[in-house]
Nanobody
Framework: QVQLVESGGGLVQAGGSLRLSCAAS????????MGWFRQAPGKEREFVAA????????PYADSAKGRFTISRDNAKNTMYLQMNNLKPEDTTVYYC?????????????????WGQGTQVTVSS
């Protein structure tokens, strides 16, 4: 049974930082492209960042470029999202996801497995 468990969300002031983690089990982690998405109530799921199998390809949404850094540790079956200079508009639930093919990682339909999400709240 595949499980993706996000952690690290919370409440932070604008300009602050958070580091999200996504712990994976039940799959060969190093063979999956991984991604972070976010979704506000009533809105579509939005791509944030993704990382290929070995980390050589890391696309970012424009809103994340220069502030967020995605990484992975295949030995620990864990992916991370370092978020710096957070803004109130970053407030929402963040989801990690696993894709069997490391292409089109900015598209939600590319992913087979999803975590339950972690709430990030940025106060102004």
């Amino acid at each position: 049974q595949v499980q993706l468990v996000e952690s690290g969300g919370g409440l932070v002031q604008a300009g602050g930082s958070l580091r999200l983690s996504c712990a994976a089990s039940g799959l060969t982690f190093s063979r999956y492209g991984m991604g972070w998405f976010r979704q506000a109530p009533g809105k579509e799921r939005e791509f944030v960042a993704a990382i290929s199998w070995r980390g050589g390809n890391t696309p970012y949404a424009d809103s994340a470029k220069g502030r967020f850094t995605i990484s992975r540790d295949n030995a620990k079956n864990t992916m991370y999202l370092q978020m710096n200079n957070l803004k109130p508009e970053d407030t929402t639930v963040y989801y990690c996801a696993a894709a069997p093919l490391a292409r089109s990682l900015w598209i939600p339909a590319s992913y087979d497995y999803w975590g339950q999400g972690t709430q990030v709240t940025v106060s102004s």
